[in-house]
Structure formats: structure tokens, C-alpha cells
């Protein structure tokens, strides 16, 4: 497989600059790294984005993931593996990933009330743009056909 163009943010020469100087922030955002890859691979793993969820999972793993738990995240409300915050941290990656379901209202109040019970502001905000800087990039990759494993991960 071969990607229909070079990824736009190695294209444009400031781009990338940009996004690892957010990344930076996520992840000084008081969450743990295993939690922040999860809501990546998880919203990955909606959005389809190959590329990303391979780069989710094996972030995940370099953060110390199991495989148990990286195999249950597309089914993690039935799974025992994850503790009431990464629950709810999931939980806010999907309505967040997934607004056109909730037409009117964006997330869900419940979801957003068992985020704030789990989190401060600080990480709400590092999980948040995780979320969003997630499905950017799953938009690209998406966009341009970025085969898994080649430039992320």
C-alpha cells in the first residue's frame, strides 16, 4: 500500500512544529500516558484510521498497555480491564468522536459528568485535545490513504 501524498503535516513546513508542541502539552496534562492511548486508539478504531490505530497500539504498549486491555478497547464497556476513570475517559472519546449521534447537544451531560468526577480541569483538557488532535489526524491519514505502520507508530 502506498499513501495518495505525503502526510500534509510534513507537507507544510510549520505543521508539524505545531502539533508536536501540543503533543507536548497532552502529555504534561497529569494523565497517564496508558489512559491518553487508549482514548487514541479508541477514536482511532472508530474513524477506521489504520495507521493510527497501529500507532495507538504501539504507543500503548511503550507506555506498559497489556495486550488484554489493548484488545478489549473496541469492546471496553463489557470488558473488566479498565477502572471507572478510563471508563469514563473512553466514554467521552466516543461522544466526542462521534458528535453527528448526538445532534443538539454534543456530549452527552452524563458522559461529561463521569469525566468530572475522575479528572481535574488540567486533564480534562490534555484528554480532550488527545481526542481532538486524534480524530485530526484521523482525518488526514484517512484523507490521503496512510497505510498503517509506514510513518506513525
Known amino acids: 500500500m502506498k499513501a495518495r501524498m505525503t502526510n500534509p503535516a510534513k507537507v507544510l513546513p510549520d505543521a508539524m512544529s505545531g502539533i508536536q508542541n501540543l503533543y507536548k502539552a497532552i502529555y504534561q496534562g497529569g494523565v497517564a500516558p496508558q489512559t491518553l492511548e487508549l482514548v487514541h486508539l479508541r ?34 464497556r463489557e470488558a ?7 471508563r469514563a475517559a473512553l466514554a467521552l472519546t466516543e461522544a466526542a468522536t462521534r458528535l453527528a449521534d448526538h445532534t443538539g447537544q454534543g456530549v452527552p451531560d452524563e458522559i461529561w459528568d463521569a469525566a468530572t468526577d475522575h479528572y481535574t480541569e488540567e486533564q480534562l483538557a490534555a484528554i480532550i485535545l488527545m481526542i481532538a488532535t486524534t480524530n485530526f ?3 488526514l491519514n484517512v484523507t490521503i490513504q496512510e497505510p498503517a505502520g509506514q510513518n506513525w507508530g
Open 43 to 76: 477514536a482511532s478504531q472508530i474513524n477506521g484510521c489504520s495507521a493510527c490505530v497501529h500507532a495507538a497500539a504501539t504507543g500503548a504498549k511503550k507506555a506498559g498497555e497489556t495486550d488484554d486491555r489493548l484488545h478489549a478497547v473496541a469492546a471496553w
Open 80 to 86: 473488566p480491564f479498565f477502572s471507572d476513570a478510563e
Open 137 to 139: 489526524f484521523n482525518r
